[in-house]
């Protein structure tokens, strides 16, 4: 009781601490950034063809829409460019961006213009830290925005690699394409790196993952606290950076790998690891909605509560729309996704089908099925999150069906790595040798 209560306790004063940092480098990077050359900069991208002039282009690999969002993108891009809130306090709050959701598009508006000069912030969107400005707008003022695609491609795929190496040490050395080729086959990761918004995005949801192991080997009893604590952080610095774009991602991984690395052949074991994994998931979206809560808190703070309640009134009646309109019951949000890909549909099918043959398999050379079940169950548990989130916000998941459906991935790469993981423990067994003879 003492030790969740420590807990609670430290990853509150965290959040706390964490919302303060939060605001203290947006008003740091918004006063020593200039709105003149990241606006010049952007003119020479329109010219040279290196930013989009419509919201959703065909990419390279034939990607369009949400597969190559370059709507969020140019929303991003326009944050806070003469925004007329009279301090940067109110900058911060209102995050004002020149590339409005209506009209022509965010990507239009903006490319025009910047091409004619006058840019200025008109669509307050108030809904998220938008943090990425820390990182985009110091970089645009040192580089050219086609650079910065670059560095963030590169950074991106560093985290790739980091995240390879712990599914090889976890899993074994030839675990890592299963667990890194449907991203980039099926789903959207050769577009990705071109789209800095997405890419920070999935860096916040992959490299903590990556680090639950390590965390657990280097740190004595970090159970207790650290790696909760660590969770927690995780949460709210995703959503500071990120745009609500694929949330039950970075939990579902994080409590996935909890798992794999604590895997045992007692059914006590597996019921109290499964547990535990679960509460960091928890633990992580609470991290997730302290932030977020704390961005809506300091918006009435400094804008006042009816400004930040006709936000809320109006961000409530779009997703209602789009529910009615687009039909979304219990569970049609989870199908739409499921189904988005014939492709992505056949790879879960096939990934639960070589499971299941594989626990068959398994059973019949060691015995002990019921362990067996318990264990793939226990590596399971993780996919239920991204379920309740999707159906916590049918509307939002239904709508944005091309970018949410990267998280349903798991559901064919996660029963895959089980296999192997329930095939390497099961052979490391004392007499594993004389049950298979």
């Not at 409005?100 to 490319?111: D, K, N, V, Y």
């Not at 400005?133 to 790739?160: D, G, H, S, W």
Request: glycine share 6%; proline share 5%.
């Amino acid at each position: 009781m003492w030790s969740v209560v420590r807990v609670l306790a430290v990853c509150t004063a965290v959040g706390l601490a964490l919302g303060a940092l939060y605001v203290a480098l947006l008003a740091l990077t918004l006063t020593t950034t200039s709105d003149e050359r990241i606006i010049a900069g952007l003119r020479q991208a329109v010219e040279t063809g290196a930013l989009e002039e419509k919201s959703y282009p065909r990419s390279h690999y034939g990607h369009r829409t949400h597969r190559y969002d370059m709507f969020t993108e140019c929303i991003a891009l326009g944050m806070n460019l003469r925004n007329p809130e009279p301090s940067v306090l109110r900058r911060i709050a209102a995050s004002t961006t020149a590339a409005p959701e209506h009209g022509a598009g965010p990507c239009e508006t903006l490319t025009a213009s910047v091409r004619t000069g006058a840019t200025v912030a008109s669509q307050d969107y108030m809904r998220f830290w938008h943090g990425y400005q820390v990182y985009m707008r110091p970089l645009l003022q040192a580089l050219p925005l086609a650079e910065l695609v670059k560095v963030t491609a590169i950074l991106f795929l560093m985290t790739m690699i980091v995240f390879a190496w712990r599914l090889s040490l976890l899993f074994g050395p030839w675990a890592w394409p299963l667990g890194l080729i449907p991203f980039f086959a099926i789903s959207d990761f050769l577009t990705v790196p071109m789209v800095v918004t997405h890419a920070l995005s999935l860096i916040c949801a992959f490299l903590p993952a990556a680090f639950v192991p390590i965390v657990l080997q280097r740190w004595p009893n970090a159970r207790a606290l650290v790696l909760p604590v660590l969770v927690f952080t995780a949460g709210s610095i995703y959503n500071f950076f990120s745009f609500l774009l694929n949330p039950p991602l970075a939990p579902a991984l994080i409590a996935f790998f909890y798992v794999a690395a604590n895997l045992s052949h007692d059914e006590k074991d597996l019921r109290q690891t499964a547990l535990y994994a679960a509460g960091l998931a928890a633990v992580w979206f609470c991290g997730f909605a302290s932030a977020w809560v704390l961005k809506w808190a300091y918006a009435a703070l400094v804008l006042g509560p009816d400004v930040v309640l006709a936000e809320l009134h109006s961000a409530v009646e779009r997703y209602e729309g789009a529910r009615e309109r687009l039909q979304v019951h219990l569970l049609s949000a989870t199908r739409r996704n499921a189904y988005a890909d014939p492709a992505l549909l056949a790879f879960i099918l096939g990934g639960c089908a070589v499971a299941a043959a594989s626990l068959l398999l398994l059973v019949r050379k060691f015995g002990d099925w019921r362990i067996h079940c318990s264990q793939l169950a226990a590596l399971m548990t993780p996919l239920t999150w991204i379920v309740l989130w999707v159906e916590a916000n049918r509307a939002h998941s239904a709508l944005h069906v091309g970018f949410v459906s990267r998280s349903f991935l798991l559901f064919g790469i996660v029963p895959l790595l089980a296999s192997i993981k329930l095939w390497r423990q099961a052979s490391m067994l004392p007499g594993a040798s004389a049950a298979g003879a």
